[in-house]
Nanobody
Framework: QVQLVESGGGLVQAGGSLRLSCAASGRIFSILNMGWYRQAPGKQRQVVAHITLPGSTAYADSVKGRFTISRDNAKNTVYLQMNSLKPEDTAVYYC???????????????WGQGTQVTVSS
């Protein structure tokens, strides 16, 4: 089994910064795409950013220029640096990954348990 464990959420004032981390552990041959999603109360979960194994990145329009996704393949970890935070960034943030369990067996979408980010005005 593969587990994703997030950390780094919390309460911050508008304009502040937070850095989220997500570490994958377990039966991992390699990790393909990794990403961050968020879900605000009463809203659907939406993609924030994702990064491929070679390091290509993509961002939601709402976070471009403020958030940066990165990964450390040696540590099986993905990060989300969030700067210039706004109250509308308040949500539960979830880590997502697609993993190669063996050279030929690919996992389903894997999710972390979520970490709360609250931005006060």
């Amino acid at each position: 089994q593969v587990q994703l464990v997030e950390s780094g959420g919390g309460l911050v004032q508008a304009g502040g910064s937070l850095r989220l981390s997500c570490a994958a552990s377990g039966r991992i041959f390699s990790i393909l795409n990794m990403g961050w999603y968020r879900q605000a109360p009463g809203k659907q979960r939406q993609v924030v950013a994702h990064i491929t194994l070679p390091g290509s990145t993509a961002y939601a329009d709402s976070v471009k220029g403020r958030f940066t996704i990165s990964r450390d393949n040696a540590k099986n970890t993905v990060y989300l640096q969030m700067n210039s935070l706004k109250p509308e960034d308040t949500a539960v943030y979830y880590c997502n990954a697609i993993v190669m369990l063996t050279p030929t067996v690919r996992s389903d979408d894997l999710w972390g348990q979520g970490t709360q980010v609250t931005v006060s005005s």
